[in-house]
């Protein structure tokens, strides 16, 4: 009896490492999972990019400068000359966080005289601008102690913080449009996975294949309905985002609306691409659940800012759909910029959904193998 097992667990094993499937997900899954997990859950930052609006422009404020920067947690990204720059950066998405130092900083820094340093962030992320808020607070004091050793003077640097866009830090300005993304490219993408898959696994795909409808028509009938299910269930998302959560939209629904589309439209042919490789509902399940749930989640700036990750998963996270489409949410619900304001975003989507159509009516086999 024990020969007879013996053989049957040899016979497993030999099945096993024949399955280049089955070794990925016993292997491959683990080290993709710790090593992405490892650089990219983390809330230390790393060369963060702040702008500095400097009123004083004296020798004391460039010497504060230099001292941000010699951390090796923030990188100086622009120098700025007025708070009109400051409110079109923020505005635009280009500037994060912005030091403000004020005038007669010098003069008042070694007369002991108390001095105000305001730290402007932007809050549709409340936990990244709360920690780079925090870092900013811990140079200056460090800066402040440096400069005591040497002058016996007292004097207090105070830093107060200003949070745009979110004055409450409330964690749902950042989590609703995150899990908007998130459910939509799963859910439209699985939904569309299991479509061509179904069809070859039921063997109804020969029906299609001899129908008068060329394979690009097949694609899009298939994707269509999903389209119209997908983008309602959007629309429901955001209205519990806006209000259950109080989550304010001030930009233009109608512009909200068309870029939920797009992004609905882009998650549906990403997973019909997927379906058209995949030749089992199950094969097609799995690459949608492991090849997108876990790149949005981690690699997208949703829960970790893709600053502080290195530039290999930096890259990845570039590939990401929700990368764009959160920062799209944001800056139209939390920021209320216009079209002018998301062209990059919405031309890397659009770019994005051509690409796949295309790969998708390549990769479509009109013939049953």
Request: proline share 5%; with cysteine; hydrophobic share 50%.
């Amino acid at each position: 009896m024990f020969k007879v097992f013996r053989a049957f667990v040899k016979k497993e094993f030999y099945h096993i490492l024949r399955d280049k499937r089955t070794l990925l997900i016993l292997f491959g899954m683990p080290l993709a999972q710790i090593l992405i997990f490892g650089y990219a859950v983390t809330n230390e930052f790393k060369d963060a990019q702040i702008d500095v609006l400097d009123y004083a422009k004296d020798e004391t404020s460039i010497q504060l400068i230099d001292h941000l920067q010699s951390s090796g947690n923030f990188q100086l990204n622009k120098v700025l000359y007025s708070e009109t720059q400051m409110e079109a950066g923020m505005k635009a998405g280009d500037s994060k966080l912005v030091v403000v130092i004020p005038e007669n900083f010098s003069r008042d820094f070694y007369a002991g005289r108390p001095i105000k340093i305001q730290v402007v962030a932007d809050g549709s992320d409340p936990n990244n601008a709360n920690t780079l808020g925090q870092y900013v607070t811990q140079m200056v004091n460090s800066f402040q102690m440096q400069r005591r050793a040497t002058i016996p003077d007292p004097y207090r640097i105070n830093v107060e913080s200003r949070m745009m866009y979110n004055p409450q830090l409330a964690s749902a300005y950042n989590f609703v449009p995150g899990t908007i993304a998130l459910i939509l490219l799963i859910i439209c993408a699985m939904l569309t996975s299991l479509t061509i898959a179904r069809e070859k696994e039921l063997g109804t795909m020969e029906i299609l294949l001899v129908s008068p409808l060329p394979p690009l028509l097949i694609i899009l009938g298939k994707v269509t309905p999903y389209a119209i299910l997908s983008f309602t269930n959007a629309i429901l998302v955001l209205l519990l985002g806006h209000f259950v959560f109080d989550v304010p939209i001030v930009g233009s629904i109608v512009l909200l609306l068309l870029m939920c589309f797009l992004y609905v439209v882009t998650a549906l042919v990403l997973g019909t691409l997927i379906s058209t490789v995949s030749r089992t509902q199950q094969d097609a399940m799995m690459r949608s659940l492991m090849g997108l749930m876990m790149p949005s989640m981690i690699l997208s700036g949703f829960i970790f800012p893709l600053t502080s990750m290195p530039v290999l998963l930096q890259y990845i996270g570039q590939l990401v759909p929700a990368t764009y489409f959160i920062e799209i949410l944001k800056a139209v619900m939390l920021r209320g910029v216009g079209f002018s304001f998301i062209l990059f975003e919405v031309g890397v989507l659009l770019i994005m959904t051509l690409v796949f159509l295309l790969i998708t009516w390549r990769k479509f086999k009109i013939r049953l193998e």
